[in-house]
């Protein structure tokens, strides 16, 4: 057998075990957008059945109302899990499309931090040099993204936010600074691997599944951008998202 025919053989069978792995990859992520879907729309039902009860707070003595709040805690965390589970999954095999339209982003990150105080109120400060610039994104999925961000670093700060948009070139970026607990650098290069969180336990106040920042960097190189961390151990981080821009409105 020649040289030649045993490259191709060789070649031939790495070929076949790729599309093996794509093809077992395709199937996992199709299991467990099916998994997801069916168990999140009758936990979703049995959620606003525990609402309406604790609502009403009739005839619940103090121990059945504390361990409906505890169930209802864990209900709201596992519902949140399977969206975001089904959203990764549904972005893995781009079965969302992401637009890449412009954007006006003064006005798009404004929309954001009032939606976040509506829920936790928290000093964010924005800071831009340029007004009016214009992003080319997904409108409602950058909003997401930021809505994510901004949440983690009130979560994982005591003092106020800033959002410091810069313009160079044909790029803008936007960075969400805190001056929280930072990250440590071995963490910070597994932060946006699926369920990855640096304290493993779960809080009423710190409690996500690990999947924002793995669901925030798929959403953004999406829409052609990047999202990376800086960060300092008892300092803070920045997460900056870099995006192209178009030439802002006059
Ligand atoms: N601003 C931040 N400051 C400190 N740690 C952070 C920050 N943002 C994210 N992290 C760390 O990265 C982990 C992953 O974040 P994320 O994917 O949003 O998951 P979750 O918020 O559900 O824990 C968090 O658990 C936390 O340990
Ligand atoms: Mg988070």
Known sequence: ???????????????????????????????????????????????????????????????????????????????????????????????????????????????????????????????S???????????????????RLIDNAVKYSDTAITIKLGKSGDCVAISICDRGCGIDFQDQLNIFSPFYRVDRSRNRDTGGAGLGLAIAKVLVEGMGGTLNVYSQLGEGSIFKIILKSLVSIA
Do not use: W
């Open 1 to 127: 057998m020649s040289d030649f025919t045993l490259t191709t053989a060789h070649e031939a069978s790495a070929n076949h075990q790729m599309v093996s792995l794509d093809e077992v990859q395709a199937q996992q992520i199709q299991l467990i957008r099916n998994f997801s879907h069916e168990l999140r729309t009758p936990l979703t039902l049995v959620y606003g059945y525990m609402q309406s009860i604790h609502r009403r707070n009739e005839n619940l003595t103090d121990l059945q109302k504390n361990a409906l709040e505890i169930a209802m805690f864990e209900m709201k965390h596992t519902i949140q899990l399977l969206q975001e589970s089904l959203d990764l999954a549904r972005l893995e095999c781009h079965a969302i499309c992401l637009r890449r339209e412009p954007v006006p982003l003064h006005g798009l990150i404004s929309e954001a931090i009032a939606v976040f105080q509506q829920v936790k109120p928290r000093e964010i400060i924005v800071e």
């Open 129 to 147: 040099e340029e007004l009016n610039i214009l992003v080319l994104a997904d409108a409602d999925r950058l909003k997401q993204v930021l809505l």
